[in-house]
Every structure is written in C-alpha cells, then in structure tokens.
C-alpha cells in the first residue's frame, strides 16, 4: 500500500552528505595555508582569520537555524545553505586578494552553519524509531570522517595542484549534493513561523563570537586580548540565557538543558569531538615535524582509523538500536584513554605503523560514542524540543571543534618549546585526561539507560483489553486481483472506505489501492494530490463520466501498490503501533498464519482502541 512519497533512506543520503560536507570543509583549507601565505604574501595570523572567520560565522548561524527550519520550507533551506556553499567555494577559488579570499570562506560559514543542525533535524524527521541509532550512527559516522578525511584528501590535491584546486574539488562536491537534494528532498519539517527576537539573535551572536575567538587566539595572540574577548563573550550568554526565560517566543528553547540525561549526553558529544578535532591536527604535525614524514604520508597515517571508523560507526548505531547506550559510551571513552596514553608513551619509537595501528581505536571509539549519545539524549526530548535540543548539540559541536583545535595546539606548541615529543605527549595526555572524565559521565548513562529499560518491561508486559482481533474490522472489503480499477472505487463508495486491499485467488493480499491512487490517476499528477486538483472533475460532469468509464478498461493492480504492508494476527499491540507509524501508513491487512487476509486494521481503529482503556471514556 501507499506509503509517504518521503523516502527515509533516500533523505539520510543527501542529510549525511550534507553532514560531511560541513565537517568536512571545517578544517580542509587549513592544509592550504603555507601556500596561500606565499601567494598574498601574508603572515600566519592573517591568513589564520580564514579559519577563524569560518569558525565564528558558522557559529553565528547555528542558533539562527531553528528559527529558519520552522519558518522556511526545507527543501528551500537546505538548497540555500548548500548554495551558499557552492558560492563560497567559487568566490574564494576565484579571489584576486586576500580579502576577497575571506569574504569567500565567511559565505562557505553561513552555509555549514544552518546544514548541520537542519541535516540532523530532518533524520530526527525521518528515522524510523527502531532504526534511530542506525540512521544518527550514519550521521555521527560523517562527522568523524569529513574532518579526518579532508586532511587527507587536501594532501594529495596540494602535491598535484595549487591551493586553488582546493576550493574547485570543494565546489564541484557541494554541487552533486545540491543536485542530490533538488531530486530527492521534499519539504518535511511542519511549519510554525516563530517570531524572531533580534536582540536575543545578537546576544547569542555576541557571545559566540567572543568564546570562540578568545579561545582560538589564546595560544596564538595577544591573551590579555583574548581573556577580554572571551569574558565580555561569557557576560552576552548570561544575558542571552536570562532573556530567553523571560521572553514569550525565546531563539532557544533551554528546556533541554533542564533534563540531566540529555545535558549530560551534550558534554559526553562534545568530549568526544574535542579528541577528534584535537588529535586530527596534533597527530599529522607531529609526524611531519619530529618524524620528518613527507606530508601526504602523515596524512595517510590517519586513513585505516578513518575507514574503519565508518563501518564501526553503522555496527554503533545497530547496537544501540537493539540493547541501548549502555555499553557503547564506556567502551569507546576506554579505547580512547588507553590508547591515547598509549601515544603518549610512544615517542621514543618512531615506528610509524605502530601510531597508525594505536589511532585506530581511538577514532573508533569516538565512533563508539558520537552517534548512540547523540541518539540517546535527543530521545530524552519530545518532538516540539527536539529541534531546539539539536541546536544545543550542533553548538556544542562547533565550541568542540573550537577547543580541540585550539587548545591542543596550544598544548603541543608549549610543549614543543623543549621538543616536539614532549608536546605530542602533553597533547595526547590531555586528550586521555579528558576520555577519563567522559568514561565517568558515560557511566550514569549507562546506569539511566538500565532503569529507562527496566520501567519499559513492567510496561511492556501490560496486556490491554483489546486484542488484535478485537480492533480490528472482520468485514474485509476487498476486490480480487482480476478486477477493474471502477470496480475498486465501486467497492469503496458502497463501503465509505479509503482504501481496499487486493485479493489473491487463494485469499492472500496481492496489492492494495487507496482513494490517493484513484485521485492521483483522475486528475493525471504523480505526486501526492490534494483532494482539490479533482474540483475540474466536480465542474465537469462528462469528463467525470469518460475518466470513470476509462477505469473500468485499467486491470486493478495497475495502480495498486504490490508490496503490501501487513500485519500478523498474532502481533502485539506494540508492533502495529510501530509499523503504522514507521510506515506512515493509513490502514494495514491483517493475516493470519496461513497469509489469509482475516482482517484490516486502520489508524482510527488503533486510536479507538487505545482511548477506550480510559475510564472516562468505557460505557457505564
């Protein structure tokens, strides 16, 4: 039978996608600095405004998009972002100057900013709930690979090309992701057209701003600078925070934070992306630097870790699917602190093939945590918070990538003052420093889960009054596999049904067709028709009376729907609540054990069902 046109598969690809372009273009220009520096004849703290600038604009931007995902269409919204992208990338591949260079990656910033956050939205939109781990396994798979990968990848254009390339190979994967979303999007997120409070967007702005920039440049410039800088930051989010508590219609709802699982599930994410971030820059420049390993080599180093890191990542978010966070959390933060440490006690060896062999399970232990926390805590949020929980998430995904770029460069160039060794190590101390404490908070919800897991039992093992038989209607209306589409729309007139399931010979279900097929055929649409686009029909009553005759020459299972959604007698309440919602489907066959249709379940029947338990509802 018909389910939505939205494809959940098909819109997991462009959102992942999507997701690693963002993460991705974070630090890949990064790899392109020495030559830009030749190239403007610029020093390395102007030409570190280009990540900078990239940092603070995508920052900025993160916050604005819960508001634009609620009061834009999303087709239109994740177009816009990927065509600020490809915008970007051409201004930027093209610029004369330096400053025309900048303006080029700020435009690139807008658009990272707002696909993060409305890629993660609409695989919340999307998920089945059972596969919920699977599909943000996927999502937190692109956010290790793309920063992980871009290193990589830059190595080997810069061997070959100039840094222009860079921009070009951006550019051109930024337009086969528009191209993918233009075919395969569709406008999925409910609109509400929130107001938006500007004096709170420039607080958030403000305080974003002035964190982000006075961590970056505290190992790099001026710190009485930067401690100004991030003060004056963390003055404009205590009054960001206080207005949205007063204000009818706040930018962030700070609800989420409110509830511990998915506060603590916020830090867990971002411990584990600072260690990412951290070890994906500290790792290649201490290669190259004390090890004297050509650049592409250093950067290939990191690639098995990163290959298996996808695969980890998918075999994550199944687990969880199936027995929770519980022991995903713990493991990954205990791969990372051993063999973090482990690295840090290397640097005597120099063995090369020993540190690719110790990183890989560090990144495969973030790929242990980043998607099940991710899953978790937004689970902890109902569907209206969910939006402004992913906005919490992404921003701390952008403060994450702040500090673990940042901060552990700053380690390593102070420790690197004595030797390079040294300052790997500090680095890579912190790093296992940081998994410890992410071991602890993984802990408690490990132990949340448990007892989420044990009040679902008692709940479970609850049988209500109403079985499956008893829902549902006994008198199939149906129409065999031989007949006519008329013969079909007879059957549902006669009957006031919406939609019939088509009978085998032997009393199987061969297909099923619904008033949407009929009305999609009538009115000569593809997509999903309104109900308005049969008014012509209505007006003219010959026409009615040739398409209506026209349907008696067209065999049923033309327009019927052959792979049929159905249920089995013996199913639990549970699973059909499940398999209507997760199919997005109206009406279901229902089958006993030899495949005979015996029945047909529909939405209102479950719901009647359902209300009837009440006691204020049940006839006296």
């Known amino acids: 039978m018909r389910t939505s046109s939205i494809n959940p598969k098909r819109v997991l690809f462009v959102a992942a996608f999507a997701a690693f372009l963002a993460t991705f273009n974070e630090t890949y220009l990064n790899v392109g600095f020495a030559p ?78 707002m696909l993060i956050p409305v890629g993660m939205n609409i695989t919340l939109e999307v998920a089945p709930r059972k596969k919920l781990g699977t599909y943000m396994g996927i999502m937190g798979a692109m956010t290790t690979i793309g920063p992980a990968s871009s290193v990589i990848l830059a190595g080997v254009i810069l061997s070959f090309f100039d840094w222009r390339m860079l921009l070009i190979v951006f550019a051109v994967l930024a337009i086969i992701c528009f191209l993918a979303a233009a075919f395969i999007l569709g406008d999925i997120a409910k609109l509400t057209h929130p107001k938006l409070d500007v004096l709170s967007t420039i607080l958030i702005g403000l305080a974003l701003i002035g964190i982000l920039y006075g961590i970056s440049t505290a190992f790099t410039g001026n710190v009485v600078i930067s401690a100004i800088t991030a003060v004056l930051g963390i003055l404009c989010l205590i009054l960001f925070l206080r207005r949205q508590n007063r204000i009818e219609h706040p930018l962030i709802d700070l609800r989420p934070l409110s509830i511990r699982p998915f506060a603590v599930g916020v830090i867990i994410n971002m411990l584990s992306l600072i260690v990412i971030f951290a070890m994906n820059i500290v790792m290649p420049i201490y290669l190259q630097s004390a090890l004297g390993v050509p650049a592409i080599f250093a950067s290939l180093t990191l690639f098995p870790a990163i290959l298996l890191s996808c695969i980890i990542s998918v075999v994550a978010g199944r687990v969880y699917d199936k027995h929770g966070p519980g022991v995903l959390l713990p493991l990954g933060f205990a791969c990372i ?44 949020l109902s569907y209206e918070m969910n939006p402004h929980g ?58 949340v889960s448990r007892q989420a897991q044990q009040e679902e039992k008692p709940a479970a093992e ?11 209607k006994k008198d199939v209306y149906s129409v065999s596999a031989s007949a006519s589409v008329l013969d079909a729309v007879r059957c549902m007139v006669e009957h006031k049904s919406s939609g019939i399931p088509v009978l085998s010979a032997d009393g199987r279900a061969a297909g099923f067709i619904s008033d949407g097929d009929v009305i999609r055929y009538m009115a000569d649409v593809n997509a999903d028709a309104p109900v308005a686009s049969m008014y012509p029909l209505w007006k003219n009553k010959e026409l009615l009376d040739a398409k209506l005759a026209g349907l008696s020459q067209i065999p049923i299972m033309q327009l019927a729907t052959e792979k049929v959604v159905s249920v089995k007698l013996t199913a639990g309440v549970a699973e059909v609540f499940t398999l209507l919602s997760d199919k997005r489907i109206k009406k279901v066959p229902v089958e006993d054990d030899t495949g005979k249709v015996v029945g047909v379940l529909s939405r209102s029947d479950v719901l009647r069902a359902l209300l009837m338990q009440s006691p204020l509802l049940k006839k006296e």
Not at 81 to 96: E, H, K, R, T
Not at 354 to 377: D, K, R
Not at 404 to 420: E, H, K, M, R
Request: aromatic fraction near 10%; charge should be positive.
């Open 337 to 380: 602190a051993v063999f973090t440490a482990a690295l840090a006690g290397l640097i005597s060896t120099g063995s090369l093939l020993l540190f690719a062999v110790l990183y890989i399970p560090v990144i495969c232990g973030s790929a242990l945590i980043i998607g099940p926390v991710q899953s978790f805590a937004l689970s902890r």
């Open 36 to 113: 830009i520096m030749e190239y403007f004849s610029v020093d390395v703290g102007t030409v570190q405004w280009l990540a900078t600038a990239y940092m603070l604009g995508a920052a900025v931007m993160v916050p604005v998009s819960a508001f634009l995902y609620k009061s834009i269409k999303t087709r239109t919204l994740f177009l816009t972002s990927v065509g600020l992208l490809i915008a970007g990338s051409i201004v930027a591949a093209a610029a004369p100057s330096f400053p025309v260079l900048l303006a080029g990656r700020i435009l690139q910033s807008l658009g990272t900013g």
């Open 390 to 447: 992913v906005i919490v998430m992404s921003t701390g995904f952008q403060i994450a990538g702040c500090i673990g770029s940042s901060l552990f460069a700053g380690v390593y160039t102070i420790g690197a003052v004595s030797a390079a060794e040294t300052g790997f190590s500090a680095a890579a101390l912190l790093a296992a420093l940081l998994a410890v404490v992410g071991f602890c908070c993984a802990l408690y919800i490990r132990r």
């Open 462 to 472: 609850v049988v209500m009054e109403n079985t499956l038989a008893s829902m549902m």
